[in-house]
């Protein structure tokens, strides 16, 4: 099988063609097309079948989409039954969603969020950010390849290779260091913006986050953060105009 | 706002196009959030510490958002451009409140186009529905090359419209101090409201939380001792 490679680099777009039907189906047939060329000459018949499939409703973490790319292109080569495939397919969006969402999105990107907000606030600046891109990208990376390494690897058993994997374990590592870097920055960001209006305005500015903690969490979903924000800057601006 | 050469107006607009594509559709590889965004439209208004004040202050109210599954999120990329290009040139304390005004509204007005550009991709997707039933990959190819079209199409015109709007916003809106203070202030408050918030939720009360209070624990040492 050839084209592994490309299929990575597609994979950086398999949300291309984000859309409420097939989710991340169409960017899935998009990355598969690569994998799936040598198919064309050994089997035109089977590798229609599986252009279809592979472009099918799909949805997961797109850093995890790999394993789900991998195996499924196994199991077209191994010439596995189509509907057996799809079973497959549907049963990963799940856990590839969960643990995915869980290790970048809820984990990794808090993580390093926080301390690169504590470091450009500490006067890391440029270093920071650069930092920050950096540390992400090669982490975003070496899971894409192997993600993709993993599944054309296990194929059709590519449910047990993430469960031994260390996926599961570095989501248990790394939340409590999101915890910690982004419970570290709120205090020096606190400090960072608010040194320089004295303690009438600290102590102002703490009461509208006081206040907006309160009334987000009361309300839910209806008031999030940035209508509370455009609200409070209304009612300040309705005030001043009133004359208080 | 400083007056910006047509030069540094047209990275700007190419820089939010970047941006406005790397928060889903390609390549994700993180230019989106606002520090990033906000530090290099900084550099390109010529105001690094304008940059950094609106995109670490709309990175606060970003990490109270979980960009998980179909939820709907702001696009705080084009946004944190044109708010940035708004606060450079002027003292940050009384830029930044009508900046993070204009982003909000902006990062608002780009979780909306979002979605409209998930719709029109949806919409796509039924028109080239026999041809992806027939396999053709060609089909797949344009309906994924549509897609990154139309969503830099979204971030351009998300960009153009928030530097328009900050233009006017600096030729024709004057605040006395004590207001632009205010409206800074008040931007403050609402973005540790939503960091704290995001954060308290995220933590639940499990070893997360355990953590996320060390570590407040030392920041504010670090605070006391700076």
Known sequence: MTG???????????????????????????????????????????????????????????????????????????????????????????????????????????????????????????????????????ARLATGIWSLRTGLEAGMRVGSAISSSWVPRAVAWVSPVAGFTVGLAIPLLAAWYLKAFGAVGAVGALAVAATGVAVTRWFGPSLTSVRFALLAMALLLFFRWAGL | MSELPLYATLLLIVWGTAVALDLVSVPQVMIARPVVAGAVAGLLTGDVEAGLRVGVLFELFALDVLPIGAVRYPDYGPATVAATALASGAPWELGLGISAALGLLLAALGGWSLMMVRRSNARAIQRHAAALAAGESRAIRRLQYGGLLRDAARGAALTVLGLVLAWSIAQFVHFDRRTAVGLTLVAIGSALAAIIGGAVRSAGRGTRLKWMVAGLVVGILLVVLR
């Open chain 1, 4 to 138: 592994r490679w490309r299929a990575l680099l597609r994979l950086f777009a398999v949300q291309g063609t984000w859309n409420y039907e097939r989710m991340l189906g169409v960017g899935m047939g998009y990355a598969a097309e690569p994998l799936l060329e040598d198919l064309k000459t050994v089997d035109p018949v089977r590798h229609g079948e599986a252009v279809v499939r592979s472009s099918e409703f799909f949805n997961c973490n797109p850093n995890l989409a790999g394993l789900a790319l991998g195996a499924t292109a196994r199991a077209e080569y191994e010439a596995v039954p189509g509907p057996q495939i799809a079973r497959l397919r549907t049963a990963l969006c799940s856990p590839l969603g969960a643990l995915g969402d869980q290790l970048f999105w809820a984990g990794l990107l808090p993580a390093l969020l926080g301390a690169v907000l504590a470091a450009t606030v500490l006067g890391g600046g440029w270093w920071a950010i650069a930092g920050f891109l950096i540390a992400y990208n090669v």
